[in-house]
């Protein structure tokens, strides 16, 4: 509480204008999308480092095209919560400029309204047909396992997978964001994965708030460390920056 309490006095005092917002599972956790790490992370004993890699889709493709199944129909119940629609609320503002980067692939922060979000690790509901490399949106559950494309190779989901790299586009954006931002937020992550965990080295001048109730390799590194669920601080840090913005 004091954390958060200070942290809102340096935005009072500071008027942060560019926001830099980088978010991992555990914005999605009061949702009830499970994170990967941690309790409910697991599915059938599989961790994603198991499922989510070319190795394993090469082996099984419809067991993980099981896994993604699982993940979507979980995803589809679920609805932005109230960390996900502050933020979306914060880049309605003219004068600020916002920038939401996240490493979650379950859209929530687009269906909260937040414009241009970086997913860096891409999106539950969009294939990638693995002989064209063209992707298309697929919201809906398919008939049969492992789905096809129209061409008649394998689809697959398109996601970044474990020793895939991350779009060159949206890595150097990211970067340049960060590097500008007066303000980073850190929401939910637990800074294991790289490059996504490297990204808070960029930024230059501005100064970091990690949300989250438990502590990660990133804490160290932060200026604030707000112990606390991002439904309960995202809302009071939005309101400060929004408070004081011109
Ligand atoms: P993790 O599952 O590794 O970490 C989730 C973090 O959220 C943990 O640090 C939790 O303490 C925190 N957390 C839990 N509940 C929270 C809440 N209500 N509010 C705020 N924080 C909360 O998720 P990521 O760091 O996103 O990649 O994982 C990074 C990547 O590893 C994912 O994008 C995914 C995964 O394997 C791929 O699938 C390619």
Redesign the pocket.
Known sequence: MEQLNDAVSWIRSNHPRRIAVL?????S??SGVP????SG?LWKNFR??DL?TPEAFARDAALVWEWYEWRRSLVRDCAPNA?HTALARLAQHDELEVSVIT???DGLHTRAGSIGTIE???NLFRVRCTREETTQEATAPFPSLPPLCACGALLRPD????GEALEPEDINRAVELISHADLLLI???????YP??GLMSSLQRGISME????S?PLSTSCDFVIE????R?VPVIVDAILEVAQ
């Open positions: 978010t991992g599972a555990g914005i956790a009061e994170t990967f790490r941690g992370g994603a480092e989510a960390a490493q979650n692939v860096l690790h891409g996601i970044v997978w474990f929401i939910g992550t637990s800074g294991l994965v996504a965990a949300i989250n109730p438990d990660t606390e669920t991002a439904s601080a």
